[in-house]
């Protein structure tokens, strides 16, 4: 058998010289937490009374065993193993290893393997949902292990869970941030009382102020009739200009009058869903025609502050493909209204 680890108690008083087991916090409430020994730190004599005032009247001095991990070692090798594009590793302090990231994106974590990992006794892992829009420098996932010694083997068990993830992902780690990409949109405006200039544009300045915020643009904006057959002349036009992304403002309604999801149909596009479980938004119309998408926007857009075009622009914008389960996942969580 191999030796086993050993978690010796020592009174502060007689700890001088000692090398400290772990890190050492201390907290003055609403004013400062942070670390006030770091592990590895030799007692000091001038130490004692600090140490007394954080509640120590014991330290530890560990012998780690052949089979088991500190706690700094199990969440820096967690980290390590879910680490993917676009993140940086930092810790560990206190115990915890945070992953931030190196630039503003859209973050990507696999929920299947954060579960497997916190169901292995004794270690966690916490992240932000996926999809969140995350700045550069924001932490996205910390890791650490709730005991000061963990066997090595459950260590071992998330760096495999994380080889084989990485083996069906093409080497990507299962946490990791895109970047979005900066797309040409082609905007079309639905509506006889806008084409008329009866009724001023709204949505071009909304779309425009969305589509920017991740480094987007309107490359070009044209107006419509809700004649259906002039509507896809526009999206047709749209895709011969090979735009990135097609927008098309109006006409979403159940309305006999709203004919934009006709005319995207009668454009060529493939249409995966019209109507998203979320509110506000619902009758929001994604589609694709070839690979761009179309997406049809409802008056939601214009006149809320957060829509289901606000979850699904982000995701278009970092390259996703929007598919219908995409879509069917929308509804838990996905009552915005009265929010505030």
Request: aromatic share 6%; proline share 5%; charged share 25%.
């Amino acid at each position: 058998m191999g030796r086993e680890s050993v978690l010796r108690e020592v009174k502060v008083d007689d700890a001088v010289g000692l090398p400290l087991a772990h890190d050492l916090t201390r907290i003055d409430p609403g004013r400062f937490k942070g670390i006030a020994f770091r592990k590895g730190h030799l007692i000091r004599e001038e130490d004692i009374p600090e140490l007394k005032r954080i509640g120590k009247e014991h330290i530890y001095v560990l012998e780690l065993g052949d089979g088991d991990v500190h706690e700094d070692d199990a969440a820096i090798r967690m980290a390590q193993a879910a680490c993917g594009s676009n993140l940086q590793p930092f810790g560990p302090g206190e115990g915890k290893v945070l992953l931030k990231s190196a630039i503003r994106g859209l973050a990507m974590i696999d929920r299947s393997f954060i579960d497997e990992v916190n169901s292995i006794d004794q270690l966690a892992m916490a992240t932000l949902p996926s999809h969140t829009v995350v700045s550069s420098g924001q932490s996205v996932a910390g890791t650490r292990a709730i005991p000061l010694i963990v066997a090595k083997e459950k260590v071992e068990a998330v760096e495999r869970l994380a080889r084989e993830w990485r083996e069906r992902h093409l080497g990507e780690g299962p946490i990791s941030v895109k970047p979005f990409r900066t797309m040409r949109a082609g905007l079309i405006t639905t509506g006889s009382e806008v084409y008329n200039g009866l009724v001023e544009d709204r949505f071009g300045p909304v779309v425009r102020k969305k589509l920017e915020a991740f480094g987007s643009f309107v490359a070009e904006q044209r107006f419509s009739t809700d004649d259906a057959s002039e509507i896809a002349g526009h999206i047709r036009y749209f895709e011969e200009q090979q735009v990135d992304l097609i927008l098309v403002t109006g006409g979403m309604s159940v309305d006999p009058d709203d004919r934009t999801p006709g005319a995207i149909k009668q454009a060529g596009a493939r249409i995966v869903s019209h109507g998203t479980p979320m509110l506000p938004g619902s009758m929001l119309l994604v589609a694709y025609l070839g690979a761009i998408p179309v997406v049809g926007l409802p008056g939601s857009v214009m006149h809320d502050k957060f829509t289901v075009f606000d979850v699904l622009l982000p995701r278009i914008c970092a390259g996703e493909t929007i598919e219908r389960q995409a879509i069917t996942r929308l509804g838990y969580g996905g009552l915005f209204a009265d929010r505030g």
